[in-house]
Nanobody, 125 residues
Framework: VQLQASGGGLVQAGDSLRLSCAAS????????MGWFHQAAGKEREFVAC????????YYADSVKGRFTISRDNAKNTVYLQMNSLKPEDTAVYYC???????????????????WGQGTQLTVSS
C-alpha cells in the first residue's frame, strides 16, 4: 500500500490550497481516509476524515468551515481543500487509510493502518 500526499507549499495567510493523496495497492473505496497534521515539536493531530462512500465527513474544530475533505474513488484520491489559511495551520500534512466501517476522529496514529509520507504546508502571516 502506498499513499502519496502532495500539494503542500508556502502560502500567505488567507490563501487557499488543495492537498491531494493518491493511493495505490488497496481497494480504495473500501477504506476510510483521513488527514492529519503535525506541527514542529507537537504531536500528530486529526484534521478531517471521510467515509468510504464520502457520505460522512468529520473535522477538527480548528478547521471546521475552512477545510473540506473529499474523495474520488474512481481516481483513488482523497483531497483536502484548505481555505482562509492561518499561520497556525503550518504543519506537515499526512493522509491515512483504514479499512474500518466508520470515519474515525482520533489523534491516535495506530487507529489508521496506512500512512503517507507527508507534505509540508507553511502559512506566512
Amino acid at each position: 500500500v502506498q499513499l502519496q500526499a502532495s500539494g503542500g507549499g508556502l502560502v500567505q495567510a488567507g490563501d487557499s490550497l488543495r492537498l491531494s493523496c493518491a493511493a495505490s495497492g488497496l481497494t480504495f473505496s473500501s477504506y476510510v481516509m483521513g488527514w492529519f497534521h503535525q506541527a514542529a515539536g507537537k504531536e500528530r493531530e486529526f484534521v478531517a476524515c471521510i467515509s468510504r462512500s464520502a457520505m460522512i465527513t468529520y473535522y477538527a474544530d480548528s478547521v471546521k468551515g475552512r477545510f473540506t475533505i473529499s474523495r474520488d474513488n474512481a481516481k483513488n484520491t482523497v483531497y483536502l481543500q484548505m481555505n482562509s489559511l492561518k499561520p497556525e495551520d503550518t504543519a506537515v500534512y499526512y493522509c491515512a487509510a483504514d479499512p474500518s466501517l466508520r470515519c474515525k476522529m482520533t489523534n491516535a496514529p495506530h487507529e489508521y493502518d496506512y500512512w503517507g509520507q507527508g507534505t509540508q504546508l507553511t502559512v506566512s502571516s
